[in-house]
């Protein structure tokens, strides 16, 4: 089992950058796909960013469309912690934003939040103009 803690989440301008923080504890973090998704209000919630603890490079990642280019993901394996840097904020960033984790079979990519069965609480991401 897997418990996951976000931290990281702030008001900023329009343009500002953040950094998001997903502690994990668990043993078994190594063979998990993990995720940030995020859920705006009266929005669904949506992928931003998938790793692949398995993979040690960024051939193991994946991007939404709106993040390509201005989020990156990364995680530190020694710390157990997933993070997601976030550069060129706009104001339709503003969500909370969740980081998931759960093993998926047939890789991870194209996952939707149904498949992640592991949540943290979130952290509110405000970005004002």
């Known amino acids: 089992t897997l418990e996951l803690m976000e931290s990281g989440g702030d008001s900023v301008e329009v343009g500002g950058s953040l950094r998001l923080s997903c502690q994990v504890v668990?043993?078994?973090?190594?063979?998990?796909?993990m995720g940030w998704f995020r859920q705006a209000p009266g929005k669904e919630r949506e992928e931003v960013a998938l790793?692949?603890?398995?993979?040690?490079?960024?051939?193991?990642?994946e991007y939404a469309e709106f993040a390509k280019g201005r989020f990156h993901i990364s995680k530190d394996s020694a710390k157990k912690t997933l993070y997601l840097e976030m550069n060129s904020l706009k104001s339709e960033d503003t969500a909370i934003y969740y980081c998931?984790?759960?093993?998926?079979?047939?890789?991870?990519?194209?996952?939707?939040?149904?498949?992640?069965?592991?949540w943290g609480q979130g952290t509110q991401v405000t970005v004002s103009p």
């Open positions: 998931a984790a759960d093993r998926v079979d047939g890789g991870c990519f194209s996952l939707t939040p149904a498949d992640f069965g592991y």
């Open positions: 790793i692949d603890n398995d993979i040690d490079d960024d051939a193991g990642t």
């Open positions: 668990g043993s078994t973090y190594r063979y998990y796909c």
